[in-house]
């Protein structure tokens, strides 16, 4: 619903049908033999104008049922209100932060639809508006204890397009997905985290994620080695989730102790894994090439007095202050030698 007398530009990369409901709907549109030079609405009406705006993929088959602009605004509130009901609760003080991250939330989420094959919070509805391949496994988090369901679904989403190489996709859409770069192998991380927020996941959930994680794992030793060193590189900043970090102002691939301390985690997580699935021998296989990880990262990367990046293959060290490697693998080092203080 909107003021009368209104005129609103018409940008969009998909297609669009307008209905008016009540008031008028006049279209601008000069037509410059290949494209219209612009496309302007104009809603008039008495006070308001109420209409639909139906977006679609690919064919138009025509106008669905409406429900009332009053109706659908009643819907979508009591859906809100549903979700905050179950967000988790916060001192007074930060009531009105709690209702707002639950807003963002709740708006994010989108229904299954072509390459989302399961329900999918996106990381905006603004510019953002895809989800990346270490983004979700936050999102998974964030939702563990409020919605453990939701919650798997977002952790497991990209393994939905694993491909047989065990690489995932950089980012999905619903009509998109990418593998032209990729994200860190934080999943078995993740998964050790949920496992802590919820006992709702399943052993056959389990069962099901053990061999694709396991391929994502084998998938950075594989295709991510150049110099065939053992330690896993970085061909691009986009692949760290620190785009534009210093680390790699001076060429790729950089071989990064983050990454490392990320998959000696992750082998960690399967060796655990393995344990519950009553798989022993698999189980000391991921220890005991964790173990060695852990080595050769503390052989590779400290320096006597901290943790540097080196180019792969070379004996080059980026110059810079990154918290890549100054912070990441102190905290994910940390974790593991926690997990095996347990």
């Known amino acids: 619903m909107a003021s009368a007398g209104r005129s609103s530009p018409i940008r969009a990369s998909s297609s669009s049908a307008w209905r008016s409901l009540s008031g008028q709907l006049t279209v601008d549109a000069p037509w410059l033999g290949a494209k219209s030079a612009h496309i302007v609405l104009t809603l008039a009406g008495p006070a308001t104008w109420e209409g639909v705006i139906q977006v679609y993929p690919s ?11 009053a109706a659908a605004v009643a ?20 009531a009105e932060a709690r209702q707002l991250a639950a807003y963002i939330n709740w708006s994010c989420v989108v229904a299954p639809r072509g390459h989302h094959q399961r329900p999918a919070m996106l990381m905006s509805k603004n510019w953002m508006n895809k989800v ?28 939905d397009h694993q491909e047989p ?11 998109t997905r990418s593998f032209r770069f990729y994200k860190p192998p934080i999943h078995g991380w993740a998964l050790r985290e949920l496992l802590k927020r919820t006992d709702a996941i399943t052993p056959h959930q389990l069962a099901a994620v053990y061999a694709p994680l396991a391929r994502w794992t084998e ?81 590779h990367f400290w320096n006597g007095d901290q943790f540097v990046a080196q ?10 202050d990154s918290a890549l490697v100054l912070c990441l693998c102190c905290w994910a080092t940390g974790s593991k030698k926690q997990s095996r203080a347990r």
């Open 59 to 69: 064919v138009w088959e025509g106008h669905p049922p409406y429900r009332p602009f």
């Open 75 to 94: 819907a979508a509130d009591q859906s809100y209100q549903a979700w905050l009901a179950q967000s988790l609760p916060v001192p007074a003080a930060w």
């Open 132 to 159: 990346w391949s270490w983004d979700h496994c936050f999102n998974a988090l964030a939702l563990a204890r409020q919605d453990p369901a939701l919650a798997w679904d977002q952790f497991v989403l990209f393994f």
């Open 165 to 175: 190489s065990g690489a995932i996709p950089d980012h999905l859409t619903d009509s």
């Open 219 to 299: 998938w950075w030793f594989r295709y991510r080695d150049d110099d065939g060193d053992g330690v896993p590189q970085y061909n691009h900043g986009n692949e760290s989730g620190w785009d534009n970090g210093t680390v790699f102002s001076e060429g790729v691939p950089v071989e990064s102790p983050d990454l490392s301390a990320y998959l000696v985690i992750q082998m960690d997580a399967l060796a655990e894994l393995a344990t519950r699935l009553g798989k022993p021998a698999e189980a000391a296989h991921w220890r005991e090439r964790a173990d060695r990880l852990l080595a050769l990262l503390m052989a």
């Open 311 to 320: 180019r792969s293959g070379s004996p080059i060290v980026p110059a810079g």
